[in-house]
T-cell receptor
Framework: GQNIDQPTEMTATEGAIVQINCTYQ??????LFWYQQHAGEAPTFLSY????GLEEKGRFSSFLSRSKGYSYLLLKELQMKDSASYLC??????????FGTGTRLQVFP | GAGVSQSPSNKVTEKGKDVELRCDPI?????LYWYRQSLGQGLEFLIY????????KSGLPSDRFSAERTGGSVSTLTIQRTQQEDSAVYLC??????????????FGPGTRLLVL
């Protein structure tokens, strides 16, 4: 079956670092995506991992371990505008994405 | 350039009525996807198109749901005899090709459907 797990909610302080974990069990694997979604808005692409290791992009980094079915999104130097939901999604085959329920992050001053 | 657009942005309908939701993908994108996001739930895959054909309809929840795409561009998702459990945000996404590996999907703003 398909299962993607991430924490429902997280809180952090402005300027801090937060790590959002995602574990997955899917019938196929062809890449893992992280999206950011502000309330009432469309998801926007953050990162993509298909090989093991860390991908860094500015304040955001994403890590993948295929053998463990595990990924995390690391957000550094948190800003208030980072308050949003973060969606982990696995691509099976060549088409559809399977999404987790998302992690709602609240950043406090 | 213009992103993915969807219309209407909000739709309120009565139980039992039919609704049509429209998606205009990014120009030149051959792959188009429909997802549904219910309150407190993750995005749920419904159907995807490569060009005008739909190789994967596995996510459509019932035969009340159908979708078509014409001219390799605009797509319409139709829900017949709507039920209250159909209330959700319906998101459309497009990408240059479904066979691309690194290419992400670009999402539209969604249609918020409320069935009374």
């Amino acid at each position: 079956g398909q299962n993607i797990d991430q924490p429902t909610e997280m809180t952090a302080t402005e300027g801090a670092i937060v790590q959002i974990n995602c574990t997955y069990q899917t019938s196929g694997f062809n890449g893992l995506f992280w999206y950011q979604q502000h309330a009432g808005e469309a998801p926007t692409f953050l990162s993509y991992n298909v090989l093991d290791g860390l991908e860094e992009k500015g304040r955001f980094s994403s890590f993948l371990s295929r053998s463990k079915g595990y990924s995390y999104l690391l957000l550094k130097e948190l800003q208030m505008k980072d308050s949003a939901s973060y969606l982990c999604a696995v691509r099976e085959g060549t088409d559809k994405l399977i999404f987790g329920t998302g992690t709602r992050l609240q950043v406090f001053p | 350039g213009a992103g993915v657009s969807q219309s209407p942005s909000n739709k309120v309908t009565e139980k039992g009525k039919d609704v049509e939701l429209r998606c205009d993908p990014i120009s030149g994108h051959t792959a188009l996807y429909w997802y549904r996001q219910s309150l407190g739930q993750g995005l749920e895959f419904l159907i995807y198109f490569q060009g005008n054909s739909a190789p994967d309809k596995s996510g459509l929840p019932s035969d009340r749901f159908s979708a078509e795409r014409t001219g390799g561009s605009v797509s319409t998702l139709t829900i017949q005899r709507t039920q209250q459990e159909d209330s959700a945000v319906y998101l459309c996404a497009s990408s240059p090709s479904s066979r691309a590996t690194k290419e992400t999907q670009y999402f539209g703003p969604g249609t918020r459907l409320l069935v009374l």
